[in-house]
């Protein structure tokens, strides 16, 4: 094995002699612009840095600006682009006083910025760079644990030396732009493009038409996001913006363009222009052992969120300029290594064991059977095996002609491992060396903090996922889907939720709402509502009361947030509905001939907001076959749509959705939909009922007889349903039900009698919210009590439910048992 630190490249003692002959190689030909980019790269490379970037005075001499960087954002570490030249910064104090300036987490913490900074737990250098006039800064962050050595300050040293300030490409006042620079106005998008500019875009100079979206219609459709971010002046800040991007040709493969630029601020203090070059990406850049293929990995890293992302970043940056035959990235989970991305993904690609451990999408591998690789690992640096290394199978296999394997390490911690292998013998060159070594330190990095962001997104899905049903209940003559898609702009716990609930003779209430806010607070909120929502609605109340009551509720919490909801009461034996709508999307309706229609009714305000608000029901008429949907505004109102185009975009969706796979409806409606916001989604198709339930209600007068009045009805409905069968049983429940609401309560009673699918059900409501007590002991003196032991004994079920501020207790007979 060779250990590739011990070779030089990232070793503390020979990198300084390294890096001063790499510098002084650099091509002279360069403009000013890419050779101060190619200087700070190589304190990436040779000094371990995490971010390099020069400040020097701008148009004011009182502020030191950034004029360029390379390596991850430095909104990472909670850099400004720019600093007060009197002030007490480490840009300012070595560019005041001309010696170098050296930062750890300790006096980091008791600085000035330490409130804008993230993390902490980095090195932070600032040294002064000679130059015209007063000079500047060279401004270094370093996340490894011991932080700058030695070797890595005389890199720096020689860095600092190496930095010249070039001066971005724009036009003179009323001047023309050099050929291969543009100048875009940010307020009109207006674009001013030099002729090599419009070739390498494929125009002509007389027929461009000055509009950026001109230009942005010519890139491949998948780098339009990233160079978006470079385009809008929200996102943008002054040197730290880079880009590469396709652009398509009539034939052959796109061409890859290079952009740098910065913006000049306005006389508003806003972004004015963006300035800048483009150039091909084939010219700019050289072979594999180029330093500057260490940026284009920092730039992906930078937008990689989570683990799976950092891995297709490193297999993106290394596989084609190693001509490697396969590359596997893995994190590491006590002695597993998980793999995430396996480059090629085909199993017969891969050592016997490999295949054998492979559980799911990817195979465990374990690191027991590997003890070379479980070596390299607890050394903590690069290493490499060239060609015919006596090594265990698993790892031969990975690379007969070669390799080589990077610990991912940030912090003093092993976060994971990259292992590249080659068929063929492969001679490892010094670059590729250096290549290797300061891309585990980036990969190391990002895959730390990627391994944060999905342990926190998980934590955030699983307490969501808690706060919503885990599943939907089986409807009589209809089914339900629904789905929760949180944001992930934010790692923050969201407000949406969605609700069915199964209420008596066939009712069902569909409920979807949306509290205010992304964070504890709302959620904890939405568990409130939803839990306030459901007891209301089994408690029987219509849906203009039950939302009355949890606007009330919210009211009485004294909460500074404010929810939203829609309440759907639906009978699914009428195929009728009534809602009411509390500052919330309506619903959409689809007929069963495939038309839609937004069902827009008055509605009433937001929940917590006015305390003695109407909340007006609309009815809904339902055909066997109908889709009912309700949504959140994260599906129907965005950035760029309003909420009349979002519901129009959902009718249509809709509409050309088969209602036959519900499920397949709700995903492909949220196939495209935007994460700026949660998502909820509820959809019920009603069916109908195949068998309507026989139902008869009698009102019972509180007169001596009543009870044998209730019989006698009772008795005439059985003969008018044709039901002979434990007609006994039946008579002597109705008996004891309507007996002890006369008893014990006062107030109106009803006896309400069902039939359906040959089990009859007897239920007495009256307006006593008091639970009947069934008795543990009855003495034989007692004279009361019986009732209900004799109900449960003859029925198959009994129970009570709360119904409008009293109850009702019903018992269900069997009558072919």
């Not at 980019?37 to 030191?64: I, Q, S, T, W």
């Not at 994190?331 to 017969?348: C, H, Y």
């Not at 007609?727 to 002890?740: G, K």
Request: glycine share 10%; net charge negative.
């Amino acid at each position: 094995m060779t250990d590739v630190a011990s070779e030089g490249v990232a070793g503390r003692g020979g990198a300084a002699p390294r890096a001063e002959l790499a510098l002084k190689t650099l091509a002279a030909d360069l403009d000013a612009r890419e050779r101060l980019r190619r200087v700070l790269e190589h304190a990436l490379v040779f000094a371990g840095a995490a971010f390099a970037g020069v400040y020097r005075p701008g148009d004011n001499a009182d502020v030191l600006c950034l004029i360029e960087s390379a390596g991850v954002p430095r909104t990472l570490y909670g850099l400004r682009d720019s600093y007060p030249a009197a002030g007490g910064s480490p840009v300012a104090d070595a560019q005041r006083t001309g010696r170098a300036v050296w930062l750890g987490p300790a006096e980091l913490a008791g600085s000035a910025d330490s409130r804008r900074m993230p993390t902490r737990d980095f090195h932070l250098a600032a040294l002064p760079v000679p130059g015209r006039g007063a000079g500047g800064s060279l401004l270094v962050v370093s996340e490894r644990p011991g932080g700058f050595g030695t070797g890595d300050r005389a890199c720096l040293a020689l860095v600092a030396e190496a930095v010249a300030f070039p001066v971005p490409a724009e036009a003179p006042e009323g001047g023309e732009l050099p050929s291969g620079a543009f100048s875009l106005a940010m307020d009109s998008g207006r674009v001013e493009a030099g002729d090599d500019v419009l070739e390498l875009f494929g125009l002509r100079p007389g027929t461009f038409d000055g509009k950026v979206e001109t230009l942005l219609g010519l890139t491949v459709p998948d780098d339009l996001p990233s160079l978006m971010s470079v385009v809008e002046a929200d996102h943008m800040s002054i040197g730290d913006r880079e880009l590469e991007f396709r652009v398509l040709r009539p034939s052959g493969a796109p061409r890859w363009l290079r952009l740098r630029g910065r913006l000049l601020p306005g006389g508003d203090g806003r972004p004015a222009r963006l300035v800048g070059t483009v150039g091909d990406a084939s010219t700019l850049r050289s072979g594999v052992n180029d330093v500057a293929r260490v940026q284009r990995l920092a730039a992906a890293l930078a937008m990689a969120g989570t683990v799976r992302d950092v891995s297709q970043a490193v297999v993106s940056a290394l596989r084609e300029p190693l001509r490697a035959d396969r590359i596997a990235l893995a994190g590491l989970e006590g002695e597993r290594l998980v793999v995430t991305v396996l480059d090629p993904p085909a199993p017969e690609a891969w050592p016997e064991l490999w295949r054998q451990e492979w559980r799911a999408e990817w195979p465990d591998a374990p690191v027991r059977a590997m003890p070379t690789l479980a070596a390299a690992l607890r050394d903590g640096r690069a290493a490499i095996w060239p060609a015919g290394t006596a090594l265990e199978p698993a790892l031969a296999e990975v690379g007969p002609g070669g390799l080589a394997v990077l610990p991912l390490s940030a912090g003093g911690r092993t976060a994971g491992a990259c292992l590249i292998g080659w068929d063929t013998p492969h001679d490892f060159g010094p670059d590729e060396r250096a290549l290797l070594t300061a891309s585990a330190n980036l990969a190391g990095q990002a895959l730390t903090r990627a391994h944060a962001f999905d342990a926190e997104h998980e934590l955030i899905g699983m307490l969501q996922r808690t706060l919503l049903p885990r599943r939907l209940p089986r409807l009589p003559g209809g089914v339900a889907v629904a789905r929760y898609l949180p944001t992930t702009s934010a790692l923050e716990l969201g407000g949406d939720w969605y609700d069915v609930i199964p209420l008596p003779d066939n009712h069902v209430a569909l409920v979807i709402g949306d509290v205010q806010g992304h964070n504890a607070g709302a959620a904890t909120l939405m568990g409130q509502m939803r839990t306030a929502l459901r007891a209301y609605a089994v408690e029987g109340h219509p849906p203009d009361v039950v939302v009355s009551h949890a606007n009330r509720l919210l009211m009485d919490l004294e909460s500074d947030l404010f929810a939203t909801c829609c309440y759907v009461d639906v009978d699914m034996e009428e195929g009728s509905a009534w809602y009411v709508r509390a500052g919330h999307p309506p619903p959409v309706l689809r007929h069963p001939d495939g038309r839609t229609e937004v069902l827009w009714a008055e509605g009433g305000p937001p929940l917590g907001v006015v305390l003695r608000a109407d909340f007006p029901m609309s009815p809904i008429r339902l055909q066997p076959g109908a889709v009912l949907a309700l949504t959140t505004d994260g599906l129907v109102e965005t950035r760029d749509a309003d909420i009349d185009e979002g519901m129009d975009r959902l009718a249509r969706g809709l509409s050309a959705a088969d209602s036959a796979h519900l499920g397949h409806v709700v995903d492909a409606l949220l196939a495209g939909a935007g994460r700026d916001d949660d998502i909820a989604l509820l959809l019920l198709r009603y069916d109908g009922l195949a068998t309507r339930p026989l139902r008869e209600s009698w009102t019972v007068w509180r007169v001596p007889e009543a009870a044998r009045h209730a019989r006698r009805f009772t008795r005439r409905t059985l003969r008018a349903w044709g039901v002979t069968e434990e007609t006994d049983s039946v008579l002597l429940v109705v008996s004891e039900l309507v007996t002890n609401a006369l008893v014990h309560t006062v107030g109106q009673v009803r006896l309400d009698l069902t039939l359906v699918h040959r089990r009859f059900r007897v239920a007495v409501a009256d307006s006593s919210p008091r639970t009947p007590a069934k008795p543990t002991s009855i003495g034989w003196e007692a004279t009361g009590g019986r009732g209900i032991l004799l109900v449960e004994a003859v029925s198959a079920a009994w129970g009570t439910v709360p119904v409008s501020g009293g109850k009702q207790v019903w018992a269900e007979l069997d009558l072919d048992g």
